[in-house]
T-cell receptor
Framework: GAGVSQTPSNKVTEKGKYVELRCDPI?????LYWYRQSLGQGPEFLIY????????DSGLPNDRFFAVRPEGSVSTLKIQRTERGDSAVYLC????????????FGEGSRLTVL | RKEVEQDPGPFNVPEGATVAFNCTYS??????FFWYRQDCRKEPKLLMS???SGNEDGRFTAQLNRASQYISLLIRDSKLSDSATYLC???????????FGKGTSLLVTP
């Protein structure tokens, strides 16, 4: 079925490098979310898009993290000057309308920063 | 104080047992409440929404106590396949995104 697709599934990079993670949401879903999950923790909210605009980016940890959704569909999470503490599974989710409705998650992108 | 707090467990129970998980949330203005299930190394999936009047879905019952800012999940007649992490979820201050608890780990044994 056409679920949420995330690429790459695994990414290993070196400290200080730049990384892009891509999310292709379910067709027709206007709301898109990025979460980060570390081992033994629940998903941590990063940013929420409604259409093309970031409606809530309060979860981005610092200015090294940035996300875009230029055409209101595919989104890219960008991490500059990666640090070892950025290692986690980055989960993307989409929702039909947002407003706290059901989130459909992708399988995640596992980022390892050496 | 974290916005959503859960006992991480693990809860180890035999097949057929009844088990209950609790969760507290800090934002009294929250309006949306859910339980998600996450299998090992998989993505979270919605288990059920939680309504003020309480709701039941087969062996699963969810309750909400707004006055105490407390949510519960009851699983009756546990199956081996219920083994997973159960995530308590509450909408954020902005109302758009969802805040997840740390999760409660359940292991059902034969």
């Amino acid at each position: 079925g056409a679920g949420v697709s995330q690429t790459p599934s695994n990414k290993v990079t070196e400290k200080g490098k730049y990384v892009e993670l891509r999310c292709d949401p379910i067709s027709g879903h206007t709301a898109l979310y990025w979460y980060r999950q570390s081992l033994g923790q629940g998903p941590e909210f990063l940013i929420y898009f409604q259409g093309t605009g970031a409606a809530d980016d309060s979860g981005l940890p610092n200015d090294r993290f940035f996300a875009v959704r230029p055409e209101g569909s595919v989104s890219t999470l960008k991490i500059q000057r990666t640090e070892r503490g950025d290692s986690a599974v980055y989960l993307c989710a989409s929702s039909r309308t947002g407003a706290g409705g059901e989130l459909f998650f992708g399988e995640g992108s596992r980022l390892t920063v050496l | 104080r974290k916005e959503v707090e859960q006992d991480p467990g693990p809860f180890n129970v035999p097949e057929g047992a009844t088990v209950a998980f609790n969760c507290t949330y800090s934002n009294s203005a929250s309006q949306s409440f859910f339980w998600y299930r996450q299998d090992c190394r998989k993505e979270p999936k919605l288990l059920m929404s939680v309504y003020s009047s309480g709701n039941e879905d087969g062996r699963f019952t969810a309750q909400l106590n707004r006055a105490s800012q407390y949510i519960s999940l009851l699983i009756r007649d546990s199956k081996l396949s219920d083994s997973a992490t159960y995530l308590c979820v509450v909408n954020t201050n902005s109302g758009y995104a969802l805040n997840f608890g740390k999760g409660t780990s359940l292991l059902v044994t034969p």
